[in-house]
């Protein structure tokens, strides 16, 4: 085995790994919901819920819950693991196949940023005692909408990648 073949399958276990880590608090926050009249995350799921339903969520005992442990530490957490493992597949997979195209590595980190910046606004808005306009729903959903574009693309761009790596690797051990 080639020392980029040993790097390659770190890769793709890394990034399972973070799609596993990602599952698992999938999981942990559904059970932690699961007696409360809300549906499991779904500020950061859906874009089905206004300003009322969020103040309710704020006036609940859930809330605690979702900004500690969810928000903050499991939800960053996963959020590094997945931005980090695609990002860096993504950069050391396209660097072989054409350095023009590494720059798509940094979707990942639009992924990263949009995700905190979504958690951190959601956790703000989620204090009991903070008066926030109707308006930051737009905000936060605006946030939300940029985390799943961003995903959904470093997911495809990871993927691409590491199938244009397969392609020209038998490839350049022939010259």
């Given at each position: 085995m080639v020392r980029g073949d040993g790097i390659s399958i770190g890769l793709v276990l890394a990034v399972i790994a973070a799609f596993g880590l990602f599952w698992l608090v999938g999981s942990y926050a559904e059970t932690r919901f699961a007696g409360s009249s809300f549906k499991s995350r779904f500020p950061e799921k859906t874009f089905r819920y206004d300003a009322d339903k969020l103040r309710s969520l704020a006036a609940s005992s859930m809330r605690r819950t979702y900004i500690f442990p969810l928000l903050f530490p499991l939800d960053l957490?996963?959020?590094?693991?997945?931005?980090?493992?695609?990002?860096?597949a993504i950069q050391y997979w396209l660097a072989h196949a054409s350095p023009a195209w590494t720059?798509?590595?940094?979707?990942p980190l639009i992924y990263l940023i949009s995700d905190l910046a979504e958690d951190c606004l959601l956790a703000w808005m989620l204090q009991?005692?903070?008066?926030?306009?109707?308006?930051?729903?737009?905000?936060?959903?605006?946030?939300?909408?940029?985390k799943l574009i961003s995903i959904l693309?470093?997911?495809?761009?990871?993927?691409?990648?590491?199938?244009?790596?397969?392609?020209?690797?038998?490839y350049a051990r022939m010259n």
């Open positions: 957490i996963v959020m590094l693991a997945l931005a980090g493992s695609m990002g860096v720059w798509l590595a940094l979707i009991p005692a903070n008066a926030w306009p109707d308006a930051m729903i737009g905000v936060l959903k605006t946030l939300t909408a940029v693309l470093s997911v495809v761009v990871t993927a691409g990648a590491l199938v244009l790596w397969l392609y020209r690797v038998p």
